[in-house]
């Protein structure tokens, strides 16, 4: 099945340092993918969409100098933290649109990000 | 922006229980999936509903596409101790854009279930 492998799956930075997170679809080729931060026990919330050679669309309140989402092929996309605080510590997932499941959605195994 | 409101927040259940659990929309959706996430992992598709009125089985699991296109529901037989975990449900407005793209999911606040064995 479609698999959409993310890395790295935990990661501990300081504070005002960057961190990069990668999502790759490993058999098929994702178009389209999406980024989505979950705290603790709360659900996941979209932050933005990243298409595969244009500019990613955020979501209202997403800092998009913040929050750079690069998705230069057709097999990756990247998130990158820039200047991370405490406050940007959580759960970060990654999707992708999977058509050969009829368009249906395949996560990532996400990232657990510590800011300290 | 469109909410979820998913329910209940948490169930405590008996091996062998059927379990039902529900989502409700202020707003249509034209896709509605179930996913199912364990700690420390990403979300893990279900069932997927892409037409009002649907109702579709993934063994013990059964789900429905409300008429209205603003609920959905799902259901597990039989419950196992490897049922334990958050289920979420999320909506889709428009799965195909023009130029190729879609939107995003919008999640419900999930379902903590506990099974007692």
């Known amino acids: 099945g479609a698999v959409v492998s993310q890395h790295p799956s935990w990661v501990i930075c300081k504070s005002g340092t960057s961190v990069k997170i990668e999502c790759r679809s490993l058999d098929f080729q994702a178009t389209t993918m999406f980024w989505y931060r979950q705290f603790p026990k709360q659900s996941l919330m979209l932050m933005a969409t990243s298409n595969e050679g244009s500019k990613a669309t955020y979501e209202q309140g997403v800092e998009k100098d913040k929050f750079l989402i690069n998705h230069a092929s057709l097999t990756l996309s990247t998130l990158t933290v820039t200047s991370a605080h405490p406050e940007d510590s959580s759960f970060y997932i990654c999707?992708?649109?999977?058509?050969?499941?009829?368009?249906?959605?395949?996560f990532g195994s996400g990232t657990r990000l510590t800011v300290v | 922006g469109q909410q979820l409101n998913q329910s209940p927040q948490s169930m405590f259940i008996q091996e062998g229980e059927d379990v039902s659990m529900n989502c409700t929309s202020s707003?249509?959706?034209?896709?509605w999936l179930w996913y199912k996430q364990d700690p420390g992992e990403g979300p893990v598709l279900l069932i997927a509903?892409?037409?009002?009125?649907e109702l579709t089985s993934n063994g013990r699991l059964t789900a429905q596409f409300g008429i209205t296109r603003k609920d959905s529901f799902l259901n597990i037989s039989a419950s196992i101790p490897s049922d334990v975990g958050i289920y979420f449900c999320?909506?889709?407005?428009?799965?195909?854009?023009?130029?190729?793209?879609?939107?995003?999911?919008?999640f419900g606040k999930g379902t903590h279930l506990i099974i007692q064995p």
């Open positions: 999320a909506g889709q407005l428009n799965p195909f854009k023009p130029g190729g793209g879609a939107d995003g999911l919008t």
């Open positions: 509903l892409y037409k009002a009125g």
């Open positions: 999707s992708a649109r999977v058509r050969a499941t009829n368009y249906g959605y395949t």
């Open positions: 707003s249509i959706f034209n896709t």
